[in-house]
């Protein structure tokens, strides 16, 4: 199987599958002199792993990852820095009950990738998905947090903004509060009504979709390339290579449709630090493919998990018609914690860009 790897400068390749001994990657192309430590990739772990809450698979999974190669420590600082070789990172799976599939080895799962797994390769991993696992994406996260520390000053927050049809009043918008709540919500007075609709939900043995907002401030103007490497093109193919990822907007995205020109267009006055001032961000911080230097606005929206207790129509590896209910532990709304998913693959192309533009451009231009 090929196309593991994604990035051009900042190259990142995962390894393993949702049930094997380990899941691991290699990021390549890190700048040395970088600072890290292991507790820094661990905490944006810890926000993704599964178990938290009732609202996520109860598979236990310590998710602890070990640094096996590409640091150094600075005997004159103490500090573990990068060496700008390649970062070998690795995570034990521990947790594993692959007997909860022994009874749909040989039936597709609608909504999985059983079917077109099979019919592309001739074989697929039944338990839990294999590389087609969400499992997969807690390397993008720790990949993620060495990404972060690529662009000085870059910040990458993400939020849910829409659980099946219930979206979120953005004049309560509070970022401190997708860290308090179990939902990454950032509105407080919807979090009781969520709850509640989750449950039933979870109860009913079924699953919802949600909607992520990734927002990135601190970008530098001009990262990205016209035409074949714009900015925007590559943060939407990195959000739609998450697993169940459906759809992906930037800026107003699809409602932009809605506008006339003069509403769309955001107009531009010179600021009192004498720097360009856009007077809205429609657009989401790119234009023709460049960065703006506004903040990077991206939207996701995460279909309901596939694995549900209703049974559903299917086939067997033979053709055969049947029918299927999926046993096991599953989140009854996977996009919960696609949030430090998006925020990393973000992170992972803006440190992309950013080298990208530093070998071809150098330092960012100054303007006027």
């Not at 919802?208 to 093109?233: Q, S, W």
Request: net charge neutral; hydrophobic share 40%.
């Amino acid at each position: 199987m090929s196309h593991n790897t994604f990035g051009h400068l900042f190259r990142v390749t995962t390894f393993g599958e949702s049930h094997g001994p380990a899941i691991g990657c290699v990021v390549d192309g890190c700048p040395p002199l970088i600072a890290i430590e292991a507790s820094e990739i661990q905490r944006e772990l810890d926000r993704r792993k599964p178990g938290q809450s009732r609202f996520t698979t109860q598979r236990r999974e310590a998710d602890e990852v070990r640094i096996l190669s590409g640091v150094f420590v600075d005997e004159a600082s103490g500090q573990q820095i990068t060496t700008g070789t390649p970062i070998g990172l690795l995570i034990e799976n521990t947790d594993q009950r692959s007997k909860d599939y022994g009874d749909i080895k040989d039936k597709y799962r609608p909504g999985h990738a059983d079917f077109t797994y099979d019919v592309k390769y001739g074989v697929r991993d039944y338990r839990g998905g294999g590389r087609a696992s969400a499992r997969e994406t807690a390397m993008r996260v720790a990949a993620g947090a060495i990404a972060r520390k690529v662009v000085p000053g870059l910040l990458v927050r993400g939020a849910v903004v829409q659980i099946g049809p219930h979206a979120v009043d953005r004049d309560r918008w509070d970022w401190d509060e997708v860290g308090r709540n179990p939902l990454f919500c950032p509105d407080a007075a919807m979090v009781p009504m969520l709850e509640d609709y989750l449950d039933g939900i979870r109860k009913d043995g079924s699953s919802v979709g949600a909607v992520v907002e990734v927002v990135a401030e601190g970008v530098p103007p001009g990262l990205g390339a016209p035409i074949y490497g714009k900015l925007d093109a590559d943060i939407a193919a990195a959000l739609m290579s998450i697993n169940a990822v459906k759809g992906v907007e930037i800026g107003d995205g699809f409602a932009a449709a809605t506008l006339r020109g003069e509403a769309n267009a955001d107009e531009i006055r010179r600021g009192n630090d004498g720097q360009a001032l856009f007077l809205s961000n429609h657009a989401g911080g790119i234009l023709g493919g460049l960065s703006t230097g506004q903040a990077i606005v991206a939207r996701f929206a995460v279909k309901p998990t596939s694995s549900i207790l209703t049974p559903r129509l299917t086939v067997d590896r033979q053709g055969h018609e049947t029918d299927i209910l999926t046993k096991g532990r599953h989140d009854p709304c996977v996009g919960l914690r696609a949030v430090p998913v998006g925020e990393a693959m973000v992170a992972c192309v803006l440190a992309d860009h950013y080298l990208r533009h530093r070998g071809q451009i150098g330092a960012v231009r100054a303007w006027p």
